[in-house]
């Protein structure tokens, strides 16, 4: 048995951040075998309901009857699951925690609250033929019986990214159930459903920057300098939002012109470092001078910017200029443009923009890539000649 923890309950853990967990160890009376049981519990329970929980499986797995769909009860609902990964999500410091909980929700209204003993390939599959239906975001209620019914259909076809992002994640939720022995899930049947393929996803999206356009963004940020000072940034690295929002004065060395991106930080989750131009040192030397915290940049009132935050004050800013269709990652965007219109080599494009390979950059560029196999093609008969002459 697992030693008393500071909590009183033997099992019951509370990690430095206060979020609980359940690690239980046994000998199972029938069989003498180890077993071990290992549950987070939802982020932000109280002590005393934590501590309920805790001593109601140690008394289920002392008597014998802890199962896999736990003490004695029946497998625990879609939300319920959900609510235990992000637990685990939230535990493990996981960036992309709110994210995720939006495609719980989604998850939910697709296909309703339902036991996670229906969790197959084939659910997974109904789930991303129903996102891809028009109109296909389905309503459910329970009706007196609790069974779910449903109550109408709205919303329009998702994107095969968005479907993929939701996929990905029930997989993920699966794989980490059936590896950390939360009990709802075997192996086999989340090893199936990892093994479900994706949609095929187009090209990426490509929005050329004109200078004109250029121009009138630019306009419209000087009045904002907390604002220009990011745009300068990601228009001369190439990072991505997330990447300048959370960069720290720690990870900026300007003598040795470099900033040194943190792995948790990154979307690939690998370090980076990126190289600082003359003209970006000025930029980063303003905002760090304003800055009163540990971030580079703020905004007017010294808080660090929130994504979701920046994205919306971003899009005021886009429709003030008069643009549509205008993202801030377009910006990263542009910089991968315009280097291989420069013709740069995909090599050093993919090592700016801090890619996991070159076919990443390929991928992301390819009808560039194509654009300028076209011009070669032009200029080789006149190569060719000059050569047999």
């Known amino acids: 048995m697992p030693r008393k923890s500071k909590t ?45 929980r805790a001593v109601k499986v140690l008394a289920s797995a002392l008597a014998g009857t802890l199962t896999k769909a736990g003490p004695r009860g029946k497998a625990p609902t879609l939300a319920q699951a959900f609510e235990q990964y ?31 003993a229906e969790l197959s390939p084939l659910f997974v599959a109904r789930f991303k033929s129903e996102r891809q239906k028009a109109g296909a975001r389905m309503q459910y209620a329970k009706d007196a019986n609790g069974e779910h019914k449903v109550r109408g259909v709205v919303g329009k076809a998702a994107a095969p990214a968005t479907i993929n992002r939701a996929v990905a994640m029930m997989k993920h ?15 086999e049947r989340a090893r199936l459903i990892a093994d479900v393929r994706m949609l095929r996803e187009p090209a990426g999206r490509q929005r050329d920057i004109s200078p004109e356009d250029l121009d009138k ?50 979307k690939n989750k690998k370090p980076h470092t990126i190289p600082v131009s003359d003209a970006l040192v000025s930029v980063l030397e303003e905002a760090m001078k304003e800055s009163a915290c540990e971030h580079v940049f703020v905004n007017s009132f ?11 004050y971003f899009a005021k800013l886009v429709a003030r200029a008069g643009l549509k269709n205008f993202t801030f990652h377009d910006l990263r965007r542009h ?8 013709g740069e080599r995909l090599e050093v494009v993919s090592k700016l923009l801090g ?20 011009e070669a093609v032009q200029r080789l008969p006149a190569l060719v000649l000059s050569a047999t002459r």
Request: proline share 3%.
């Open 217 to 266: 963004l630019c306009h419209v940020l000087q009045e904002l300098p907390h604002v220009f000072r990011i745009a300068q940034a990601a228009m001369q690295t190439g990072m991505r939002k997330g990447e300048l929002l959370t960069l720290r004065k720690s990870q900026v060395d300007l003598p040795a012109r470099m900033l040194k991106l943190q792995a948790e930080n990154r």
């Open 173 to 187: 939720m699966c794989s980490r159930a059936a590896e950390e022995g939360w009990g709802w899930i075997e192996a």
């Open 302 to 312: 010294g808080a660090p910017y929130s994504s979701q935050g920046f994205s919306k």
């Open 86 to 116: 992000l637990a685990w999500c939230a535990s493990a410091n996981l960036k992309t925690v709110q994210d995720r909980r939006s495609l719980s929700r989604v998850w939910i209204r697709t296909m309703g609250d339902v036991s996670t």
């Open 8 to 52: 009183g309950v033997r099992g019951l853990q509370r990690d430095q951040h206060g979020h609980y967990r359940i690690d239980l160890r046994w000998t199972d009376k029938l069989s003498g075998q180890e077993r071990r049981w290992v549950e987070p519990l939802p982020v932000g329970i109280p002590l005393a309901d934590a501590k309920a």
């Open 335 to 342: 910089v991968g443009t315009v280097l291989i219109n420069s």
């Open 355 to 374: 890619h996991s390979s070159v076919a990443v950059t390929q991928r992301s560029y390819a009808h560039l890539r194509i654009e300028a196999t076209r």
